[in-house]
Nanobody, 115 residues
Framework: QVHLVESGGGLVRAGGSLRLSCAASGIIASIITMDWYRQAPGKQRELVAR???????NYADPVKGRFTISRDSAKNTVYLHMNSLNPEDTAVYYC?????????WGQGTQVTVSS
């Protein structure tokens, strides 16, 4: 059974940094595509960053140059390094994967950026 557990969210001032973690079990996170999504209040969930099975990375335009997705094979964990945060980054951040055409989501971690 696949489980994704996010951590690392919190309250940070504008311009600050956070690192989110997604610990995976039931899958090998280093060989499949893993995503970070976010959902702000009143808005649809949106894709923020993706790392594919061949380690290609993609980012949504609003976070390019500020966020970095990476993974640690030994820890079976995917990270989202977030720099230069601004209030528009405030959202619940979710880890996601879709092996075998089935969607798996973590419980989410809240990121709040104050101005």
């Amino acid at each position: 059974q696949v489980h994704l557990v996010e951590s690392g969210g919190g309250l940070v001032r504008a311009g600050g940094s956070l690192r989110l973690s997604c610990a995976a079990s039931g899958i090998i996170a280093s060989i499949i595509t893993m995503d970070w999504y976010r959902q702000a209040p009143g808005k649809q969930r949106e894709l923020v960053a993706r790392i594919t099975d061949d380690s290609t990375v993609n980012y949504a335009d609003p976070v390019k140059g500020r966020f970095t997705i990476s993974r640690d094979s030994a820890k079976n964990t995917v990270y989202l390094h977030m720099n230069s945060l601004n209030p528009e980054d405030t959202a619940v951040y979710y880890c996601h994967t879709k092996p075998w055409s089935l969607d798996y989501w973590g419980q989410g971690t809240q990121v709040t950026v104050s101005s």
